[in-house]
């Protein structure tokens, strides 16, 4: 059974900073593409930021790209995602998840999905 749990996520003021986890299990996690997404309330899932299955490429939204991070460590199973410059509307359901990412077309294809870490920035 393929699992993807993430944590970190908290109520944080604007400016402040995060860092998220995602422990994955039950897949060979170093054949897969990583990715981060999240949903604001009322709003369609946001793709924020990908990991290529070697770590050596990195895409990020527009709206993220300077602020956060992307990185992952195949020994540990794990992707992170470094959260700086936090601001209200980064306030969403974060979700990390496994499939294929593309780069010529800027498109996620997942395989799994976690079940969100909510984070929420205050002004």
């Known amino acids: 059974q393929v699992q993807l749990v993430e944590s970190g996520g908290g109520l944080v003021q604007a400016g402040g900073s995060l860092r998220l986890s995602c422990v994955a299990s039950g897949l060979a996690f170093s054949q897969y593409d990583m990715g981060w997404f999240r949903q604001a309330p009322g709003k369609e899932p946001e793709f924020v930021t990908a990991i290529k299955r070697s770590g050596g490429r990195t895409f990020y939204a527009d709206s993220v790209k300077g602020r956060f991070t992307i990185s992952r460590d195949n020994a540990k199973n794990t992707v992170y995602l470094q959260l700086n410059s936090l601001i209200p509307d980064d306030t969403a359901v974060y979700y990390c998840?496994?499939?294929?990412?593309?780069?010529?077309?800027?498109?996620?294809?997942?395989?799994?999905w976690g079940q969100g870490t909510q984070v929420t920035v205050s002004t």
């Open positions: 998840a496994a499939g294929t990412y593309y780069s010529l077309s800027r498109r996620f294809e997942h395989n799994y």
